[in-house]
């Protein structure tokens, strides 16, 4: 069955002006993974937040799942990220700055940290991420999600699913990240092997009615 990460960011949303928000997003993160959760996410900040910093820290050491986290190619970043070690950082695709993702991705793969890049759903950039040796892409499904009437659905659906398949014949691991709703993720599922989701918003919608775990298992339910 595919993998499930957590994106934490609306959560940071949530808790942005409240001075606890480092505990208060650890103690979400650490219910996920008692919900069972495979992996959580979360942003590194602009090169000058420390906060972020310290609670990427605290996430590493505190989880026994893995960690994600989405990051710019600032030197202090990467440097950070190298210390603070991570599973996976991710990266937004930008065509103009090959030669930095180039060498982002090549000095975290050293330091044993996958690396994955965002792109729109274009076969180029697929291509490109390739070319740069990245372990994972994670594909934008938002255009998916939000599709206004079944037609135009269906057809961002088939566009997923066509990029997918490249991807893995490309020696790429497959993730799908968008506002997925369970039904979603069930046609998604159906139509295309995909390695690993990330959910966000809507989950954390299901789990004030439902709770952690039985958010999950919705979700689940809806991969089987």
Known sequence: MSR????????????????????????NALSCEIAGADSVLIG?????DQRRRKLISLLVDSLNINLAVKSGLDDRSLEALAEMKPAMVIFPY???RKDLLTNAVTNLQVEGILVGLEIP??????????????????????????ARNMNARLDEMNNVVKLASLSARLSMGVIAAGDFS??????????????????GLHFFTSSLIHGYGKALDIIRFSLS
Do not use: F, W
Request: with cysteine; proline share 4%; glycine share 4%.
């Open 44 to 48: 590194m900040g602009n090169d000058n």
């Open 94 to 96: 930008q065509a103009e």
């Open 182 to 199: 369970p039904g979603l993720l069930s046609k998604l599922n159906g139509a295309v092997h995909i390695e690993e989701y990330v959910v």
């Open 4 to 27: 499930i990460t957590i994106d934490l960011e609306p959560l940071s949303t949530l808790y942005r002006e409240s001075s606890d928000l480092t505990r208060a997003i650890v103690r």
């Open 121 to 146: 759903l274009n076969i180029e950039h697929i291509k490109d991420a390739a070319r740069l040796k990245s372990d994972y892409v994670i594909l934008n499904c938002e255009p998916y999600c939000s």
